[in-house]
């Protein structure tokens, strides 16, 4: 089994990373992956998905799951965390990934039913993110999501004022777009409606719920922005 893990691991990993961390890194996480479903999932979604072992991946046959040319999933790897990856999909659902995409151990990504979430290339996802999906929404390429970070592009329950909806808000959901490049602090929230520019870095415990323009640094509850542009590296 393990001889076979480092031959998934070596096909799955060929090409340069743009983070500083060596290859040899991602070979070894690879090799911790659970070979059955990594087969299984590669196939159903004819790309290459790595599933780490004690992960959960529930896509209904309704859902679909579009992986780009040179694309790979890692659900579940990274990280020493002793809970597994959940990954759901409702009927009618799509997640559209385009390029490497890693999703670290103890996440939660939910896609709600006819909902559309669609991830860039070098993302990552570190432990304990949670994304809930209810309807259009876009996370850009090269993107670094912290620790504990959770994106929900809807309210689930609408806000009712002598008992019928505001006229200022007639439904739950709104699409979240996050551009490419962009940081999001350890525990912040991001929240329906969200557009996050290319470049922006959002501070650890941050609230956001409204546009935030390129290479910008916003902070507090709720986000504003506290300095213009900025950079960030690894």
Known sequence: MHVISRKIAAKSFPWKTRTPVPMSYYVARACTCSVMKTAWYSARFRGVVLVGRGSKIRVHRK???????????????????????????????????????????????????????????????????????YSDSTI???????????????????????????????????????????WIGANAV???????????????????????PPTSLVAGVPARVVRENVTWAL
């Open 140 to 182: 850009g390429s090269g993107c670094a999501i912290s620790w504990g970070v959770r994106i929900l592009d809807s309210d689930i329950h609408k806000l009712l004022r002598d008992g019928e909806t505001s006229p200022r808000d007639p439904s739950p959901h709104a699409p979240i777009h996050i551009g490419k490049d962009c």
């Open 190 to 212: 991001v929240l329906k409606g969200t557009q996050l520019g290319d470049g922006s870095v959002v501070a650890a415990g941050a609230v956001v719920a409204s546009k935030v």
């Open 63 to 133: 859902a679909h799951v579009s992986l780009g040319p040179k694309s790979v999933l890692a659900i579940g790897i990274g990280h020493d965390a002793p809970v597994g990856t959940v990954l759901r999909l409702l009927p009618r659902s799509n997640l559209r990934v385009n390029g490497r995409v890693q999703i670290s151990r103890d996440c939660n990504i939910a896609l709600d039913y006819d909902a559309t979430l669609t991830i860039g290339a070098e993302t990552i996802f570190n432990e304990g993110c949670s994304v809930s999906c």
